[in-house]
């Protein structure tokens, strides 16, 4: 015995747009391909999809494409950039010691001296370190801050560098 099929006048498939249902349609072959060929036409005679930008080295008016912050000649000037947080040493050995020196020093020292008691979630270098080891590692050069006050100092580091030739 074979089941009839039922046809209730609805589509086996359907999303809503704007509260209305919309059947779901299939795109043909022919269809597919044409939009494959629009895309790649746009893509070669077109406009690119991106503007350039300006280096971010001080000074340098050289453009380079979205994805890159610097032009070939100060890429390897900012070599902080390119690397991994594990390559600059940010590993499980640092956590391991971050962890520890929170909690000894569980404020953060920028709300203390404004009064306030915040935990302190990051382990911050007093001096940019830069890829010093020495720097990197010494406890002395640490101090615990809460998130805000580590991104303010960070975003004042990084937007006034200092630069050794």
């Not at 074979?2 to 046809?7: I, L, W």
């Not at 086996?12 to 349609?25: D, K, N, S, T, V």
């Not at 043909?28 to 939009?35: C, F, N, R, S, V």
């Not at 979205?66 to 390897?76: A, I, M, N, R, W």
Request: net charge positive; proline share 8%; glycine share 6%.
């Amino acid at each position: 015995m074979r089941k009839s099929k039922v046809r209730t006048g609805q589509p086996a498939l359907a999303f809503f747009i704007g509260g209305e249902q919309m059947p779901y349609r299939k795109v043909g072959y022919a269809e597919q391909i044409w939009y494959m060929l629009r895309w790649k036409l746009k893509e070669v005679l077109g406009m690119p999809r991106f503007p350039d930008h300006p280096c971010r080295h001080p000074g340098c008016p050289k453009l380079v494409p979205k994805g890159k912050k610097y032009c070939d000649e100060h890429v390897s000037l900012h070599p902080e950039e390119v690397r991994s947080a594990a390559a600059r040493g940010y590993n499980a050995h640092w956590r391991r010691l971050s962890k520890l020196f929170l909690l000894s020093h569980p404020l953060c020292v920028e709300c203390q001296r404004e009064g306030k008691y915040i935990k302190a979630t990051v382990v911050d270098h007093i001096r940019p370190h830069r890829g010093d080891p020495e720097l990197f590692w010494d406890p002395t050069n640490w101090q615990a801050l809460c998130k805000h006050h580590h991104d303010v100092k960070t975003r004042n580091e990084d937007q006034y560098p200092e630069y050794h030739y």
